[in-house]
């Protein structure tokens, strides 16, 4: 138990549908990621929040829309998305944003677009 | 072309057997950290090395930062089965870039 939890762990979805992956952290941190991870690829850092604020995108296509109600969650609005995107979205936080600080990842949803 | 390059890409050994993984990049970062992600779980620090030559020893595990801080190591002796899992290097310089990361199965 890191203390990251994300929700659904599965996920099976068209390519017209619209769905929303959860993250919640329990560590009382100020900053959270959005992480890709695809077979045998580097994880690729998707959004990072600093404080409910967007401080960072790696040119993500709009089909994924993050949302940072609060530090405390973190969510993914995926619509329209493309068979490539078929991955484990991995979630994690840390005390503040930056490369330095130590971050706790969540276990994962595992997203199949069919 | 990946930052961080790791090899094996895959490795299976005997319960008992030494293991050694690399991590390699072109690029000097100002410090380094090894992740484990057994199957089903998010990736878990195991350790971070920021000096050139560092060596860091966590129980079985033994990490080594290169002089140069472009490369790293991890020797796990006597492996269990408890060490299977996807392991990880990052390198960190402005941003953390990872590696594609080596499977290691320990078969009892």
């Known amino acids: 138990e890191t203390g990251v939890t994300q929700t659904p762990r599965h996920l099976v979805m068209g390519m017209t549908n619209k769905k929303s992956l959860k993250c919640e952290q329990h560590?009382?941190?100020?900053?959270m990621y959005w992480y890709k991870q695809s077979a045998k690829k580097p994880l690729e850092l998707m959004f990072v929040?600093?404080?409910?604020?967007?401080?960072e995108n790696n040119s993500v296509p709009s089909r994924f829309s993050p949302e940072c109600p609060n530090s405390s969650h973190l969510f993914l609005h995926l619509h329209t998305l493309q068979p490539e995107d078929s991955a484990l979205y991995l979630c994690a936080s840390s005390q503040i944003a930056g490369p330095k600080n130590i971050q706790y990842f969540g276990a994962g949803t595992r997203l199949s677009v069919l | 072309t990946q930052l961080l390059e790791q090899s094996p890409q895959f490795l299976s050994i005997q319960e008992g057997e030494n293991l050694t993984v690399y991590c390699n990049s072109s690029s000097v970062f100002s410090s380094l950290q090894w992740y484990r992600q057994e199957p089903g779980e998010g990736p878990v620090l195991l350790v971070t090395v920021v000096t050139g030559g560092e060596v860091k020893k966590l129980k079985r595990l033994t990490f080594q930062f290169g002089d140069a801080r472009k490369d790293s190591s991890l020797h796990i002796t006597a492996a269990q089965p408890g060490d299977t899992g996807l392991y990880l290097c990052?390198?960190?310089?402005?941003?953390?870039?990872f590696g594609a990361g080596t499977t290691v199965t320990v078969r009892a």
């Open positions: 560590l009382g941190h100020n900053a």
């Open positions: 929040y600093n404080f409910k604020e967007q401080t």
């Open positions: 990052a390198g960190l310089d402005y941003k953390l870039s």
